[in-house]
């Protein structure tokens, strides 16, 4: 056998297994088909990678089984990550809510998990990309370079998102090959796309971004909403769009500290002369304020000539702004992957397939999709620890 391990995606998941499973003495190969381990994580969080979060739980998941990450972020912790960062001396600062990020650069993280897997003995090996895995134990995994065999493999490929700098179905394609159940694969934590009628009303708002609530059936976020070219984007809408489905529509509330009605109703009264779009751009930015009035028919009447109903009616709109998504923009800018390898075809104390025992799986190639603010690479080194314990 050539190895004890093959770990198959150098990324945040990769490595981190890849470590591990080293520093337990296994024969580690990592094998990565971008020249560059890490690709990912060198991009991240505006380059200084948000690499977690001090809010870390379970319901900060989406997964076909929402309790399966539980047993690996239990095991390995947001101060286990940080304890790993204070041994190679990497400085970090928290931003909002319990998200932290490096002081210097993402390059750190990657320079410290090469050099974990170096201490460890691991082999890497970039530029190569895996073909298939076949076998039952040992594995044989095919590349351009040769065939390799070991006794556990790896997936860690992540998933579909940013083909561009080398994301792929790989995981996908070999656990269908092994008949193991992949949840349907869709963009998450990605922009919202619209039809030319509310495209018309949201392009030439451009740049405007809002603290608003975005609610899609049960989630609701509230964080920034950015009006784009393209349609919504900003955190509140990507974390929407992870719950997102073809055919859901999406509800904003543009005043989330205020009863709107109480507001519009409260300024007729106090000042019936102002119009109504003057009124709202005291708590709106006044293009945002001016479409949305205009919309409602209320745009340029004095508030006090608006008869209660139709303030009322305008109310009710500002809180519950419904519209009905015809996409997103997909792979191209989708920061994770929903969906991927079925959890219920994983044990969650191992990452290992139950039915496949030595085939392992994970990071984002399995169906588990993090929210926005550093949940998704912790639940890569949540699971790729996890599985380096194991593999
Ligand atoms: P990842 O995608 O990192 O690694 C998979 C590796 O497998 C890649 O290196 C790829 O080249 C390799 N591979 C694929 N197919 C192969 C094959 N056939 N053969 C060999 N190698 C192959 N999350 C977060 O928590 N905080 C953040 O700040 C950000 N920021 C962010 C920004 C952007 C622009 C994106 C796209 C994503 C984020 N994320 C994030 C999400 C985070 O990057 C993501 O969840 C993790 O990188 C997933 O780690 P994995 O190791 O599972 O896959």
């Known amino acids: 056998m050539d190895f004890d391990v093959i770990v198959i995606g150098a990324g945040a998941a990769g490595l981190m297994c890849a470590a591990a499973a080293g520093w337990r003495g296994r024969r580690v190969l990592v094998l990565d088909h971008n020249d560059q381990p890490g690709r990912k994580i060198l991009i991240s969080g505006g380059g200084r990678c948000n690499f977690t979060n001090l809010g870390v739980a379970p319901d900060r998941y989406l997964s076909g089984n929402p309790h399966f990450v539980t047993s690996a972020l239990k095991r390995y912790r947001p101060a286990d990550f940080l304890d790993l960062l204070r041994h190679h001396r990497i400085p970090w600062h928290e931003r909002n809510h319990g998200e932290l990020f490096c002081d210097r650069s993402a390059e750190d993280i990657v320079t410290m998990l090469l050099a974990e897997c170096t201490t460890a003995g691991v082999e890497l090996r970039c530029g190569v990309k895996a073909g298939a895995v076949s076998g039952d134990g040992p594995f044989t995994v095919s590349t351009g370079a040769g065939a390799l065999s070991a006794a556990s493999v790896v997936l860690a490929t992540g998933g579909l998102s940013i083909p561009k700098i080398g994301a792929s179905g790989f995981a996908h394609a070999v656990a269908r090959r092994y008949d193991i159940p992949v949840v349907t694969p869709r963009p998450g934590l990605v922009p919202l796309t619209f039809a030319e009628a509310d495209l018309a009303l949201i392009r030439p708002l451009s740049g405007i971004a809002v603290d608003a609530v975005v609610a899609v059936g049960r989630a609701r976020f509230r964080e920034a909403v950015l009006l784009t070219h393209r349609g919504l984007s ?110 219920a075809a994983l044990s969650s104390k191992t990452m290992e397939i139950k039915t496949r025992p030595g085939l392992f799986a994970v990071g984002e190639a399995a169906d588990v999709a993090g929210w926005l603010g550093g949940y998704n690479f912790h639940w890569a080194w949540a699971s790729g620890w996890v599985a380096g314990q194991f593999a």
Do not use: F
């Not at 779009?277 to 919309?295: K, S, V």
């Not at 508030?303 to 500002?318: F, M, V």
């Open 234 to 343: 900003g955190p509140a809408v990507l974390q929407a769009s992870s719950y997102w489905r073809e055919g859901d529509s999406i509800a904003i509330d543009w005043l989330p500290d205020l009863d709107a009605a109480a507001y519009l109703l409260g300024r007729k009264a106090e000042r019936p002369n102002a119009e109504v779009r003057t009124m709202l751009a005291e708590h709106l930015p006044a293009r945002l304020a001016e479409m949305l009035t205009a919309r409602a028919g209320a745009d340029a009447r004095p508030i006090g000539q608006t008869p209660h109903a139709a303030l009322t009616a305008l109310g009710t709109e500002l809180k519950t702004w419904k519209l009905t998504p015809t996409g997103t923009e997909g792979w191209r800018t989708a920061e994770i992957t929903v969906g991927g390898i079925d959890t």
